[in-house]
Nanobody, 116 residues
Framework: QVQLVESGGGLVQVGGSLRLSCVVS????????LAWYRQGPGKQRELVAA???????NYADSVKGRFTISRDNAKNTAYLQMNVLKPEDTAVYYC??????????WGQGTQVTVSS
């Protein structure tokens, strides 16, 4: 059974930083593409950043240059380093693992609140 558990969210001031972690249980991690999504108040869920099994990354335009996605296959963990946070980054952040371009697994989400 695959489970994803996010952590690292919290309250931070404008311009601050947070690092989110996503631990993936089960034996799929190294074979899974990983991504971070977010859903702000009254908004649809949107892709923030993604990383392939080979380490290729892509980012939403709104976070380019501020956020960095990475993965540690030895620890079955994905990370999202978020710097220079803005109020519009406030959202629930979700981790997703995709296996064989077909099966999606989601975490429960972690709240990030950026205060001004």
């Amino acid at each position: 059974q695959v489970q994803l558990v996010e952590s690292g969210g919290g309250l931070v001031q404008v311009g601050g930083s947070l690092r989110l972690s996503c631990v993936v249980s089960g034996s799929i991690f190294s074979a899974a593409a990983l991504a971070w999504y977010r859903q702000g108040p009254g908004k649809q869920r949107e892709l923030v950043a993604a990383i392939t099994t080979g380490g290729t990354t892509n980012y939403a335009d709104s976070v380019k240059g501020r956020f960095t996605i990475s993965r540690d296959n030895a620890k079955n963990t994905a990370y999202l380093q978020m710097n220079v946070l803005k109020p519009e980054d406030t959202a629930v952040y979700y981790c997703k693992a995709t296996l064989w371009v077909r099966y999606d697994y989601w975490g429960q989400g972690t709240q990030v609140t950026v205060s001004s």
